[in-house]
T-cell receptor, first 115, second 115 residues
Framework: AQTVTQSQPEMSVQEAETVTLSCTYD???????LFWYKQPPSRQMILVIR??????QNATENRFSVNFQKAAKSFSLKISDSQLGDTAMYFC????????????FGKGTKLSVKP | KAGVTQTPRYLIKTRGQQVTLSCSPI?????VSWYQQTPGQGLQFLFE???????NKGNFPGRFSGRQFSNSRSEMNVSTLELGDSALYLC??????????????FGPGTRLTVL
């Protein structure tokens, strides 16, 4: 069975600083996909970044980047130049080809960006 | 493109009643997945519909059911409501490719409170 673990229930960071959120996963699948989703207090779940396991290059989206370590089954999210609007719950999620619409989520990390 | 929409946004029911929630996917998306989000259990997959057929199902009792219409809109139904069914119910849509795990895009959710 696939599992996703986020070991940091809460984190805080000062505005303009950099923060890294951790995520580890367990799977025997070879063709899989990893995601970070953000859920602000308004509750709308928003895709932050996506990584295909077959790609060695780490995904980047503006201030958001990942450190994907396939052998270690680690998928951390780095947020650079943190902004107040980054305050949210961040969920790491896993899916694999053929999983038919089933995203497996971690428990989430509550990130607070302080002015 | 319009995003995923869910109606109603908030719902209050009493134990024993039944409820129907609705989800309209992004135009062109054929897959709709449903998730239950609670503080204790986190995000859990309920089921996924693709082309009017349930393609995958999570570990929930038979009181939870769903369907999908020819225009890809989906409904989920919960019968004989229990207090533990109080949750945020999220709907997500994607293209539905069976091989590549499409990114899922989430709606704002329906907050169900069971009294």
């Amino acid at each position: 069975a696939q599992t996703v673990t986020q070991s940091q229930p809460e984190m805080s960071v000062q505005e303009a600083e950099t923060v890294t959120l951790s995520c580890t996963y367990d799977t025997s699948e070879s063709n899989y996909y990893l995601f970070w989703y953000k859920q602000p207090p308004s509750r709308q779940m928003i895709l932050v970044i996506r990584q295909e396991a077959y790609k060695q290059q780490n995904a980047t989206e503006n201030r958001f980047s990942v450190n994907f370590q396939k052998a270690a089954k680690s998928f951390s999210l780095k947020i650079s130049d943190s902004q107040l609007g980054d305050t949210a719950m961040y969920f790491c999620a896993f899916s694999y080809g053929g999983s038919q619409g089933n995203l497996i989520f971690g428990k989430g990390t509550k990130l607070s960006v302080k002015p | 493109k319009a995003g995923v929409t869910q109606t109603p946004r908030y719902l209050i029911k009493t134990r024993g009643q039944q409820v129907t929630l609705s989800c309209s996917p992004i135009s062109g998306h054929r897959s709709v997945s449903w998730y239950q989000q609670t503080p204790g259990q986190g995000l859990q997959f309920l089921f996924e519909y693709f082309s009017e057929t349930q393609r995958n199902k999570g570990n929930f009792p038979g009181r939870f059911s769903g369907r999908q219409f020819s225009n890809s809109r989906s409904e989920m139904n919960v019968s004989t409501l229990e207090l533990g069914d109080s949750a945020l119910y999220l709907c997500a849509s994607s293209g539905g490719d069976r091989v590549v795990a499409d990114t899922q895009y989430f709606g704002p959710g329906t907050r169900l409170t069971v009294l």
